[in-house]
């Protein structure tokens, strides 16, 4: 089993451009989440998807969308990319929003 | 506001010696709290659940204590080994919403 595959592992982008992160999961699990990794602010919440068909906000969601294309794909859009954004990006699943979370690797966006 | 709080400052001990993480908190009623498990690199393995009802855990080399009234958690790991070098991270999790919010972290680095 893969897991959670999370699709660019690295990424560069230029100011104002847009760009989809993907994630999916093979673990036929129902919740799904987009967090942002910053040096010294830990692991924030951008949106979550409790289960399919529903999507919320996080504790960070301004200037990203998200879309839960089916049980196993969750996908994270920026619209107009901005330096603010550069960051690390990790999409994870659970089984319910109450049990342990499993992470993908990583993606690493850097916003010139 | 909601807090939660691990030491930003490495913690270095010597193999064979039992380390010791603390997540504090404030302002929260957790249902129940996780640990996670970071390398550089890679995305958080979670390691560890415990229910506000639940004292303690144990998973091998692994325990985690859980005080609701000091508003705090104790995660040990015994025996250590420098494969255990890694940065670990608290999570909570609130009854009813069960949106996690994660700590930013406790680096533990074991010399050997």
């Known amino acids: 089993n893969a897991g959670v595959t999370q699709t660019p592992k690295f990424q560069v982008l230029k100011t104002g451009q847009s760009m989809t992160l993907q994630c999916a999961q093979d673990m036929n699990h129902n919740s799904m989440y987009w967090y942002r990794q910053d040096p010294g602010m830990g692991l924030r919440l951008i949106y979550y998807?409790?289960?399919?068909?529903?999507?919320d906000k996080g504790e960070v969601p301004n200037g990203y969308n998200v879309s839960r294309l089916n049980k196993r794909e969750f996908s994270l859009r920026l619209e107009s990319a901005a330096p603010s954004q550069t960051s690390v990006y990790f999409c994870?699943?659970?089984?319910?929003?109450?049990?342990?979370?499993?992470f993908g690797q990583g993606t690493r966006l850097t916003v010139v | 506001s909601q807090k939660i709080e691990q030491n930003s400052e490495a913690l270095n001990i010597q193999e064979g010696k039992t380390a010791t993480l603390t997540c504090n908190y404030t302002?929260?009623?957790?249902?129940?709290l996780q640990w996670y498990r970071q390398d550089p690199g890679r995305g958080p393995v979670f390691l560890l659940l415990?229910?506000?009802?639940?004292k303690e855990k144990r998973k091998e080399r692994l325990k985690v204590t859980f005080d609701t009234t000091l508003k705090q958690s104790l995660f040990h790991i015994t025996a250590s080994q420098p494969a255990d070098s890694a940065t670990y991270l608290c999570?909570?999790?609130?009854?009813?919403?069960?949106?996690?919010?994660f700590g930013r972290g406790t680096s533990l680095i074991v010399h050997p």
């Open positions: 994870a699943s659970s089984w319910e929003m109450n049990t342990e979370a499993f």
């Open positions: 415990i229910r506000e009802n639940e």
């Open positions: 999570a909570l999790v609130p009854g009813g919403s069960y949106i996690p919010t």
């Open positions: 998807s409790a289960s399919e068909g529903t999507t």
């Open positions: 302002n929260y009623s957790p249902a129940y």
